[in-house]
T-cell receptor, first 117, second 115 residues
Framework: SAVISQKPSRDICQRGTSLTIQCQVDSQVTMMFWYRQQPGQSLTLIATANQGSEATYESGFVIDKFPISRPNLTFSTLTVSNMSPEDSSIYLC??????????????FGQGTRLTVV | DAKTTQPNSMESNEEEPVHLPCNHSTISGTDYIHWYRQLPSQGPEYVIHGLTSNVNNRMASLAIAEDRKSSTLILHRATLRDAAVYYCILRYSRYSGGGADGLTFGKGTHLIIQP
């Protein structure tokens, strides 16, 4: 199993500013992902954080708005840039160790609850 | 991605079994069936997954139809702590050469447990 620490757990930010969310895992993992959960909705994948290279973004998400870093196998950051009230959501980090060939389980952090005012 | 269909909500009584259905009529031969649940104010947690055969673990059982077009998550004895949103997700096997994509969540089933 993997234990994920996400910081901050919540924040209230002014529109036009940026917030960087950190995701720290207690063990090395091959895959790290970032998700968004808008109020009352299900989770939507934002991007896959790739170690040492640019993240792979899903349709509807762009690097300028959600820059992602992954400097090593245990840490990643997601920045929400130039925020607007529509960015108010819970942002979740997820990890998987896919060193095994069969399907594996994903582990999720507790999430960062962001409110933009 | 192959799609899943789940009831929006279900209600059950505490200490009774719960059967959560999922339809996935367009499933491919290399898709695994995964179940996750999200307790209030928490990130999702893994419950169980399977390919063709029924699966059991300490949390639940997964019954997969012979044609694989549907599956049922079984909680043998529900407790209040099992109240959550349950997601049925299809994921292709890495054997098929698929990459390590993230999970595609549908709306899930909101399970309500009555004391």
């Amino acid at each position: 199993s993997a234990v994920i620490s996400q910081k901050p757990s919540r924040d209230i930010c002014q529109r036009g500013t940026s917030l960087t969310i950190q995701c720290q895992v207690d063990s090395q993992v091959t895959m790290m992902f970032w998700y968004r959960q808008q109020p009352g909705q299900s989770l939507t994948l934002i991007a896959t954080a790739n170690q040492g290279s640019e993240a792979t973004y899903e349709s509807g998400f762009v690097i300028d708005k959600f820059p992602i870093s992954r400097p090593n196998l245990t840490f990643s950051t997601l920045t929400v840039s130039n925020m607007s009230p529509e960015d108010s959501s819970i942002y979740l980090c997820s990890v998987e160790d896919q060193s095994e060939v069969q399907n594996t389980e994903a582990f999720f952090g507790q999430g960062t609850r962001l409110t933009v005012v | 991605d192959a799609k899943t269909t789940q009831p929006n909500s279900m209600e059950s009584n505490e200490e009774e079994p719960v059967h959560l259905p999922c339809n996935h009529s367009t499933i491919s031969g290399t898709d695994y069936i995964h179940w996750y649940r999200q307790l209030p104010s928490q990130g999702p947690e893994y419950v169980i997954h399977g390919l063709t055969s029924n699966v059991n673990n300490r949390m639940a059982s997964l019954a997969i139809a012979e044609d694989r077009k549907s599956s049922t998550l079984i909680l043998h004895r529900a407790t209040l702590r099992d109240a959550a949103v349950y997601y049925c997700i299809l994921r292709y096997s890495r054997y098929s050469g698929g990459g390590a994509d993230g999970l595609t969540f549908g709306k899930g089933t909101h399970l309500i447990i009555q004391p």
